[in-house]
């Protein structure tokens, strides 16, 4: 099939708009959660996101809306644990993580076994996106860019070095909390279109392949979303050729693209 | 003018003490040296004076006001101990000096032509302005260490806490940094901490000493330092060495016919 008939499909159209507005999202939380080295948090909020998923579908409520503010409130959890000193967070990260797969996976039983819906929020479905989900995708895009036009320094400053950041009188602690719950409601949202298990991926390959090329933060954060909106592009136009899960292809479009930039920054080293 | 009072103040790390008991003030003008063994909580009483640590034990005011309502940061400037800023941050030197005048901005946060003078002006009198436009990450130790100096003397502070500012520095530059910041305490009568190992680094520029090991062990004047019995008591036979490394004491209590029994000097000292 060639790109004008794949285009001139409504869902495919639907899709599209859904994934670019989403690969912006989290390519650029990305760029900062990699950078704070918080990105392992994307992947325990996703597996939380499996409880309220399954909350979701045996209400018989929109799952990703009821998901939301089951994963921000574990987001918070989540943040705390990470930022004391007491535990080892990135095992209470993995026992979080997993707690979340088991209760979901007991709700969904409960329900009456996998179904059809369960099973598209595992690998992602982005087919399905309906257009609640689509405003949902705007606003949250809507947030994240009044927060860097207000506070592109003060992000900045906290994600090269906290400490000084605090004593630059930046209140870190709010704005760290501010982006947890922002990166909690990306992550529901991420789930449509990559599914749980891929949806840390989308959050960690932009944004990587985007900082082995780029020599100032506007230039990451510019790179990352092109990434990100080229690597959603490629696989659901592969997704809907192959027949292949979205989530699958669209990592494995953003995978080819970071070892693309590994390669260029190599040969850009050797040739200096 | 009074620009730090610690009263009282105590911290511990979970079970373990750091900090017992501490009290002193810091006055405008003052240049302290804080000496003490590795452990000692040297850094760990800075970071309590600017918020990074948290303790009921105790009071502390900057510039006349409770810490947990001080809110003019652009008064203080900082060099951390240790800073490990995320290897791939997409930040050049220039881009780090400039953060410094994060402290000075109203909303919104964002940096204008003067700031960028600014940024040149002081880069250029801690000589890194060569490497401004390279990555932060690329840098040797000690221009990382420079470019963090600019951006704590950006906005000329009232007071500069240093932390072992000199660990990185080749001892050249290390005399061109304490003699700068040494022409700064006296041309805008700034107040500087400076954590040191290394007493001959400072000797010749301090006027007064705090020594910590967990709880204090001396603070006042320079002269007093030279005949504390307090010190003499605590370092032992290591006294007259350290005795050496300052320069005043050399000649302060024997020149002026008021030195003592006991007088760490007393083997050189004509009155006796
Ligand atoms: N984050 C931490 N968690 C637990 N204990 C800590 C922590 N940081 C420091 N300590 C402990 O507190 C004590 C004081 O540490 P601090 O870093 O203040 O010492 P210091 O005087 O700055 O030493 P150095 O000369 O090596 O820099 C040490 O015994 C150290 O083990
Ligand atoms: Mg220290």
Redesign the interface.
């Known amino acids: 099939m060639d790109i004008i008939e794949f285009l001139s499909y409504a869902f495919v159209q639907k899709a599209l708009i859904a994934g670019a507005l989403i690969a912006v999202i989290t390519a650029v939380l990305g760029v900062f959660l990699v950078l704070k080295r918080l990105s392992l948090i994307g992947d325990s909020l996703s597996h939380v996101a499996l409880s309220g998923i399954a909350l979701g579908l045996i209400t018989n409520t929109n799952p990703v809306f009821m998901a939301i503010p089951v994963v921000m409130l574990s987001s918070l959890g989540i943040y705390k644990i990470s930022k004391s000193a007491k535990v080892h967070s990135d095992g209470a990260l993995g026992i979080i993580a997993a707690a979340g797969i088991a209760l979901g996976l007991i709700i969904a039983t409960l329900a009456g076994g996998f179904n059809v819906d369960l099973l598209s929020f595992l690998f992602g479905s982005i087919l399905t996106v309906n257009l609640s989900e689509i405003i949902l995708a705007a606003v949250l895009l809507l947030i994240i860019f009044i927060l860097i036009y207000f506070f592109y320094n003060d992000l900045i400053a906290i994600t090269f070095d906290e400490n000084f950041a605090q004593t630059a009188g930046v209140n870190t602690e709010r704005i760290n909390i501010i982006l947890v719950l922002i990166s909690a409601a990306a992550v529901v949202i991420a789930l449509k279109v990559v599914g749980i298990m891929l949806v840390s991926a989308m959050i960690i390959i932009p944004p990587s392949a985007a900082l082995q090329l780029a020599k100032t933060f506007k230039r990451a954060l510019l790179l990352a979303s092109g990434f990100s909106v080229a690597g959603v592009i490629i696989g659901i136009y592969g997704a809907f050729v192959f027949n292949i899960p979205s989530g699958a292809m669209i990592i494995s479009a953003d995978i080819l693209i970071l070892v693309i930039t590994v390669l260029l920054k190599n040969y850009a080293l050797k040739k200096r | 003018m009074t620009i730090i009072e610690v009263e009282n103040l105590s911290f511990t790390y979970?079970a373990e003490a750091a900090l017992k008991n501490i009290s002193f003030t810091v006055n405008a003008g003052d240049f302290t040296g804080i000496l003490g063994p590795n452990g000692s909580g040297k850094t760990t009483l800075i970071?309590l004076l600017?918020?990074?640590l948290k303790t009921n034990c105790g009071n502390i005011k900057l510039f006349g006001k409770d810490l947990k309502d001080f809110?003019d940061?652009?008064k203080?400037g900082?060099l951390?101990q240790k800073?490990t800023?995320?290897k791939?941050?997409?930040?050049?030197a220039f881009?780090?000096a400039r953060?410094?005048r994060?402290?000075t901005?109203k909303?919104?946060?964002?940096?204008n032509e003067q700031d960028n003078t600014l940024t040149s002006e002081i880069m250029r009198l801690t000589n890194c302005l060569e490497y401004k436009d390279k990555?932060f990450s690329e840098l040797s130790g000690g221009q990382q260490q420079r470019v963090l100096l600019a951006?704590a003397l950006i906005n000329k502070p009232q007071l500069l806490i240093l932390d072992e500012p000199s660990t990185a520095l080749d001892s050249s530059s290390k005399d061109n940094i304490f003699e700068m910041v040494s022409q700064i305490n006296k041309e805008t009568n700034t107040a500087v901490l400076v954590i040191t190992h290394d007493i001959a680094d400072i000797g010749k520029y301090v006027n007064k000493f705090i020594i910590l090991d967990k709880k204090l062990i001396f603070s006042g004047n320079k002269e007093d330092f030279c005949r504390s019995q307090e010190i003499t008591a605590y370092f032992g036979p290591y006294t007259p060495h350290l005795m050496d490394h300052l320069h005043s004491c050399r000649s302060c209590p024997f020149a002026d016919g008021h030195c003592e029994e006991g007088c760490c000097k007393e083997e050189h000292c004509g009155h006796h």
């Open positions: 979970g970071k600017l918020g990074l809110k940061w652009y203080i900082y951390e800073s800023p995320p791939l941050m997409p930040l050049t881009d780090v953060l410094g994060l402290s901005k909303m919104p946060h964002i940096f990555l951006r």
